[in-house]
Structures are given as structure tokens and as C-alpha cells.
């Protein structure tokens, strides 16, 4: 019995879209994610991945099941309200990194915390140390334009950090890296996963996903557990 | 009901939901206005040529806006200016024309006729600067200059002959080159003094008084004593022979003037106009008829509605092409920014925030093209007022309102866009952009 609650709770989850045919992305889902977990969830494109990632990060909502948050039921959330939750507990690491162009990379972390009215000198000085932690400091003032693929992602990473989120929610975090980045990336999800971080990825690259502690593979929009 | 009742464990562990830690709910996202700022320079000083360009529109719009009123402003208090010279101070009192010339039959009867002494009945007005009764002889005769006869010059004419009372001059704006004016002492005296335009002293050669010249009207001698040089309100004067009153009606049976000239103080025609007839003729104020200048301001709106309505629609269209051109571009801005809207979506941004930075980009866009316009505007109204010599005239309010102007555009031209852009879902941005 612990007394934190675990930081997803998916029960009986589905999305169905409403085309011509319906289509049902997610079946049924069951998840639990306990702190401390670093889950992957493998499977190939069309699987539901991305549909069940954006369930997780509160971009939708799911038209059957319940989905508890931190221990909060998300279907009574406003809009507004997940977004708050959305940007308060989950910090997302995207394929194609979503960094500003024109603004600095320590701009690009400070933005976390923006819809958190956080002050900007409290968003700053967090700025500074989550760019520590991904060893990103001396880059503080670059655009991004000007940096690595590998690096752009740790920006990225850094700007997920900021907020503490209960949850990071990577897409495809290396798809667009090499592998030497792709190294190097992973091996930062190993130091915050050891720091204590929840850490979720979804990929369909085995490599990738053989660097996590528990493995879900989904399949037509249905999860089994993979050892 | 928890929620250990209802999950079923994929991994076999046991999820339990203490009862004793309830969950803080975060509430709703904000936004501090110092990072909505923020955000909004940013946003614009991305793409500065764009954003300068974008601005034009509006630059244009407001300019010419400014400049339109300014110059009209300009221009209108010039013309009015120039008419407070003569015109605006200027009130003439006749009589109304008695029986057969009016169409009501009514008034014939009673004529209300009226007095030479002018001068102390209206002096006493407090606006007044000078006033004189003339009245044009009738059938004075031929004049000649009596002493000298040229058989070679024409010696005889037939000239205009006046008679006035004493304020005529002054309330003419006459000048004398030669020679004084008749006084009060001529006109008791009934002197038989005459004053001639310099056009009239031309025709017979005089061009000095000191020997006394005389001049013959009909058959009556009379003296030069002066020659006048001038007169604005009465051009024809320096073309004709002025004398006093009193000989006039001695010797040419003038009965009454013609016509009383005022000149008033700037301002006060219309009050002079009000209170004249009754100063002239108490006793039948009705029967006299006061001509007055126009009002002065109505002039003004006048000139200025005339100059202005063509420029102030263009003015206008510029401004909304302006509009149009800010919506055009911040809909495209929308558009490329798909992927950052997902991000800031994704970073807890709820839909207000969204449509609000862009709001705030076009309303600054606005106010910058206001600001800016302004300017422009007023350098425009200096230049032109400066290559005509004229003083630039410029109402307070409107390099004020002018940047408010422009923000006001912005802001309306933003307002599809932004909803656009908070309307959008925040998968599908995250998904179409990059």
C-alpha cells in the first residue's frame, strides 16, 4: 500500500472516432502507471499509439472509460481545466521537438511555466537549472537553429522538466535523430528515470523501447503486456 | 466508490487509492499580463519585415486620415482668416425699399427712414469701431473745375457724388493721401467742403490743396480739401466726390442715406447686426434691413466638408485595406504558427490565451501603423501648410486618437484570426505543424 496515487489510471479506456465507418483507435484499454515507472509502449503506425498519447496528455478525450490523472477523474474537467492540469503534471517531448525558431533556447524552456503564472525571474532561474540537467547550459542564449538534433531534443527535454511534471510523455522521442543522438537521449531518460522521473515513450523502434524498465505493446488499438 | 473497486490490474500490482490524500486539483491556467506582452513583442519582432509591412497598410490609412483633417483645418483657417479682414467685420444698414419693389403690400405705408446721426447712436455699441450714413446725390449736375478751363483737356464730367456724415471715412477704412477729412465743424457749419478720390483729382489735375482748388457740381462751388487714396470696403469711392451731409440736403435736397457702414470689432458683427436696426430707428427697427457676414465658424465647416469629404473617404478605404491587410497576414501567421499553438496548447495555454496573443499581435501591429501614421500625418499637414505659407492648423485630439485609431483596427482586424486560432483542437495542430 502506498500512499501516492499512481500517476495513470486508465480503466476500460476506448476513443472512437466518428468517421464513415467509426473507427475504434483504443479497445478497452487498462494502464497503471505507478511514480517511478519508465514504461514503453511499442507498436507499429495505426496501432492507437498516438491516439493513447494524447489521451494520456489530455490533448483528448476518450469516449468511454475512466482516466484518473494523479488520482484526479479527467472527465470533470473543463477545457480549461485540463489544460491547467495538462500543463501543470505532464511534460511532453515531441518527434519534431517543437521549439520556437526565433527565440532563444532559454526562452524555449521559460515558456513551460507561462500558463502556470509562474513570474518570469522564477520561470528563469528554473530555466537555468533544468538546461543544467540535460547539459545544456553553455547553449543558453542560442537559437535553435543553430544547434544539433540531439541537443534541439534536449531543449526540449529541459522545457518538459521545468514544471516538475508528474509525467513525461515522449512521441517518438528519437525519429528524428541518429543513432549517436539517439544514444545520448536515451541515456538521459536512464539519469531522470534514476532520479525518480516517470517516464512514458511511445516508439515503434524495439531499440528504443528495449531501454525501458516495462514494456506495453499495442495492436490495433488494444495493449498487452510485453515482459 | 474508489478507484481499487473498479480497476483491474494489468501488471498484477495492487492499485490502491488512499482515501487520505486527496488530489489538489491545479484549477484554471493564467496568463500574467507581463507575459502576454512579452509574448506579443515576440511574436511581432519575429518577423519584422513582415510585421513592417503588414503595418503599411494602416501607416497609410491614419496618415492620410490626419493629414486630410489638417490640412482641411489648415486651409479652412486660412480662407476664413482672410476674410475676417474686411468681410467678417463689416455690417451694412439699409432701408427697406418701400412700396412698389416689395412683393408684400403691407409695409408700403410706413418707411421707416433713416438719420444722418449715426455716429453717437451707434458709438455707444460695445463692439462697434466706426460707423458712417452715405447716400449717393441725386442729379448733381456736371462737374468742372471752375478757375482753369483747358480747351484741350475735358473739363467736364459727369462723376458719382456722395454725401456722409462724418464716421464714413473710418468705417470705410478710408485714407486721405492729401489734405484732412471734413469734420463735425463742417457739417454744423454746412461748409461747403467737398472731398475727391484720387481718380477724380487725376481726371482734373488737381494735386494740391494749398491753393485752395474749387470744383464746380452743377453750379455750386465747392472747395477741395481733401483727397482719399482708398477705401477697401468701398472701392468705387476714389472714383467720386464726398461731402457733408448737410450741404447735400442744403443744396441737393438729400434727404435721408442710403445705407449706414459699420465696422465692427472681429466677432462682434453678429451682435452689431442684432442690435443696430434698434439703435438706428427705435421706433421701426423692423423696417430696416441688416446685412451681416456670414458666421464666421459656418463658413469654416463650409470650406472644411467641402475639401474634406473626397480625401477622408479615401483616408478611409486605406484604413480598411489596412484592416484587411493585418487579417490577411495574421490569418497566415495563424496558419504557419499551427505547431506553435499545439506546443503552447500542449504547455497548458487554455483557448483564451491562444486567441489573445494573436488579438494582442494585430492590435500592436494597429497601434504601431498608428503611431506611426500620425507622424506622418502631421509632417504632411507642416510641409504643406510650410510651402504655402500657411500656419498649420492641427486639432489636439487627433494625433491622440490617431494611435487608438489604429489600434482599434488591429484589434478588429484580429478578431477572426485569433478565433481561429483558439479554436483549433490541440492534437490537430500538434499533428499538422512542426
Same mark, same amino acid.
Given at each position: 500500500m502506498t500512499t501516492t496515487h499512481p500517476v495513470v489510471v486508465l480503466d476500460a479506456v476506448s476513443r472512437v472516432f466518428d468517421s464513415d465507418p467509426p473507427v475504434e483507435a483504443l479497445k478497452q484499454i487498462h494502464l497503471v502507471v505507478q511514480p517511478g515507472d519508465h514504461l514503453a509502449i511499442i507498436g507499429p503506425s495505426g496501432s492507437g499509439k498516438s491516439t493513447l498519447l494524447n489521451v494520456l496528455g489530455l490533448l483528448d478525450r476518450p469516449t468511454a472509460g475512466r482516466y484518473l490523472l494523479d488520482g484526479i477523474d479527467t472527465a470533470v474537467l473543463s477545457d480549461s481545466g485540463r489544460a491547467a492540469e495538462r500543463g501543470r503534471r505532464i511534460g511532453f517531448v515531441f518527434q519534431s521537438f517543437? /521549439? /520556437?525558431?526565433?527565440?532563444?533556447v532559454e526562452e524555449n524552456v521559460m515558456l513551460s511555466e507561462l500558463y502556470l503564472g509562474t513570474p518570469r525571474k522564477d520561470r528563469r532561474r528554473r530555466a537555468a537549472e533544468a538546461l543544467d540537467r540535460v547539459g545544456l547550459s553553455h547553449r543558453r542564449t542560442f537559437e535553435p537553429i543553430r544547434l544539433s538534433g540531439g541537443e534541439r531534443q534536449r531543449v526540449a527535454i529541459a522545457r518538459a522538466l521545468l514544471g516538475e511534471p508528474s509525467l513525461l510523455l515522449c512521441d517518438e522521442p528519437t525519429g528524428n535523430l541518429d543513432s549517436k543522438n539517439t544514444d545520448s537521449v536515451l541515456g538521459l531518460f536512464d539519469e531522470l528515470h534514476a532520479q525518480g522521473l516517470t517516464i512514458l515513450v511511445i516508439t515503434h523502434d524495439n531499440d528504443v523501447a528495449q531501454r525501458a524498465q516495462r514494456r506495453v505493446r499495442m495492436v490495433d488499438g488494444e495493449l498487452g503486456e510485453v515482459a | 466508490m474508489t478507484a481499487a473497486d473498479v480497476i483491474e490490474p494489468i501488471d498484477g500490482e495492487p492499485t490502491a487509492e488512499p482515501a487520505d490524500a486527496e488530489p489538489v486539483v491545479v484549477g484554471r491556467p493564467r496568463l500574467r499580463i507581463v507575459d502576454l506582452i512579452d509574448e506579443t513583442l515576440a511574436g511581432v519582432f519575429a518577423r519584422p519585415a513582415r510585421a513592417a509591412l503588414t503595418t503599411l497598410g494602416t501607416v497609410l490609412g491614419i496618415a492620410s486620415l490626419v493629414a486630410t483633417l489638417g490640412i482641411s483645418r489648415t486651409a479652412g483657417n486660412q480662407i476664413v482668416g482672410r476674410f475676417d479682414e474686411l468681410a467678417a467685420t463689416q455690417v451694412t444698414v439699409k432701408a427697406r425699399t418701400s412700396g412698389g419693389g416689395s412683393s408684400s403690400g403691407s409695409g408700403s405705408s410706413r418707411r421707416a427712414p433713416l438719420p444722418w446721426n449715426v455716429e453717437p447712436r451707434l458709438d455707444? /455699441?460695445?463692439?462697434?469701431?466706426a460707423a458712417g450714413a452715405v447716400a449717393e446725390v441725386s442729379n448733381p449736375g456736371a462737374v468742372r473745375t471752375a478757375p482753369l478751363r483747358d480747351p484741350e483737356n475735358i473739363t467736364e464730367q459727369l462723376v458719382p457724388v456722395y454725401a456722409s456724415s462724418v464716421g464714413f471715412l473710418d468705417s470705410v477704412r478710408g485714407q486721405i493721401v492729401n489734405g484732412r477729412w471734413f469734420d463735425q465743424g463742417h457739417v454744423d457749419r454746412v461748409d461747403r467742403v467737398v472731398i475727391i478720390g484720387t481718380d477724380v483729382a487725376d481726371q482734373f489735375g488737381i494735386s494740391r490743396l494749398d491753393t485752395q482748388p474749387g470744383i464746380f457740381i452743377g453750379d455750386e462751388l465747392f472747395t477741395v480739401i481733401g483727397i482719399l487714396s482708398e477705401a477697401p470696403r468701398d472701392e468705387g469711392l476714389v472714383g467720386s466726390i464726398i461731402l457733408p451731409y448737410t450741404v447735400a440736403q442744403e443744396?441737393?435736397?438729400?434727404?435721408?442715406?442710403e445705407r449706414v457702414v459699420i465696422e465692427t470689432d472681429i466677432g462682434a458683427a453678429q451682435l452689431i447686426a442684432e442690435q443696430a436696426a434698434v439703435a438706428l430707428s427705435p421706433n421701426a427697427p423692423e423696417g430696416l434691413n441688416v446685412t451681416a457676414p456670414r458666421d464666421p465658424k459656418r463658413t469654416k465647416d463650409a470650406v472644411q466638408s467641402d475639401v474634406n469629404q473626397l480625401f477622408l473617404l479615401l483616408g478611409l478605404i486605406s484604413l480598411v485595406v489596412g484592416a484587411i491587410g493585418i487579417a490577411n497576414v495574421t490569418l497566415v501567421t495563424v496558419m504557419e504558427r499551427t505547431g506553435e499553438i499545439g506546443l503552447r496548447r500542449a504547455l497548458g495555454a487554455a483557448r483564451r490565451h491562444i486567441g489573445l496573443q494573436f488579438l494582442a499581435e494585430s492590435t500592436a501591429m494597429g497601434l504601431v501603423g498608428g503611431i506611426i501614421g500620425a507622424s506622418v500625418g502631421i509632417l504632411v499637414v507642416v510641409a504643406v501648410a510650410g510651402s504655402r505659407q500657411w500656419t498649420p492648423v492641427l486639432d489636439v485630439w487627433l494625433p491622440l486618437a490617431a494611435p487608438f485609431a489604429g489600434a482599434l483596427v488591429g484589434l478588429i482586424a484580429g478578431l477572426y484570426p485569433s478565433i481561429r486560432a483558439a479554436r483549433m483542437e490541440p492534437v490537430d495542430a500538434l499533428r499538422s505543424g512542426t
Open positions: 517543437h /521549439l /520556437l525558431p526565433y527565440r532563444t | 455707444r /455699441l460695445n463692439g462697434v469701431v443744396r441737393f435736397n438729400t434727404t435721408t442715406p
